[in-house]
C-alpha cells in the first residue's frame, strides 16, 4: 500500500501565502481607491484600463486579459454603462459584437484613478529590491507556463 503524505499547514503552502497576498493587495487597494473614488472598484478600473489601452478589444478578450469569466465582465460592463463611464455601440459588421469606449467622464475616473494604483503598487513592494521583485516576477511566471502548458496537455 501507498504511504500517504501528510499535508502540510496552509499556512506553510506557498500558494495558500501566494492567495493571502493577493487578497491582502486587493483589500489594502480597493480601500485608497475608495478613499478617492467610491464609484468605481480595482476590477472596474482595469476594464476601463483594458478597453483604453486596446480599444477594439472584445468583451471575452478584457476577460482573457483581466483573468475573469465572461458573465462577471458582462455584468460590470453592463455597470459601468450604467454608471456613464462607458458607451456600448453596435458594430456594424457584426451584430453580435459591441464596441466599447470610455465616456469623458470614464476617461477622467480612469486617468484620476492611475495616481492611487501606482501608489498602491510602490507602497505594497516597498523594502523589495529591484532585483527581488524581478526574481519574484520570473519565479511566479515560471509556475504560470508550469500550469498553463499542464492544463492545455490535460485538454488535448
Not at 491582502?24 to 480601500?31: I, L, P, T, V
Not at 472598484?41 to 483604453?52: E, R
Request: hydrophobic share 35%.
Amino acid at each position: 500500500m501507498k504511504e500517504v503524505q501528510p499535508i502540510s499547514r496552509l499556512e506553510n503552502v506557498l500558494f495558500y501565502i501566494l492567495e493571502k497576498s493577493i487578497k491582502s493587495y486587493r483589500q489594502f487597494a480597493q480601500r485608497n481607491l475608495s478613499d478617492v473614488n467610491d464609484e468605481i472598484t480595482i476590477d472596474q478600473w482595469l476594464v476601463l484600463k483594458t478597453i483604453h489601452d486596446c480599444p477594439n478589444i472584445t468583451q471575452r478578450e478584457i476577460a482573457e486579459k483581466i483573468f475573469k469569466d465572461h458573465a462577471s465582465i458582462t455584468r460590470m460592463i453592463d455597470l459601468l454603462v450604467k454608471k456613464g463611464f462607458l458607451e456600448r455601440s453596435v458594430n456594424s459588421e457584426d451584430r453580435r459584437r459591441f464596441g466599447l469606449e470610455l465616456t469623458p467622464i470614464g476617461k477622467i475616473i480612469q486617468q484620476e484613478s492611475i495616481p492611487v494604483i501606482m501608489q498602491n503598487r510602490k507602497k505594497a513592494l516597498e523594502g523589495l529590491s529591484q532585483e527581488e521583485i524581478e526574481t519574484l516576477k520570473n519565479l511566479l511566471q515560471k509556475i504560470t507556463i508550469n500550469c498553463t502548458n499542464n492544463l492545455h496537455q490535460k485538454t488535448k
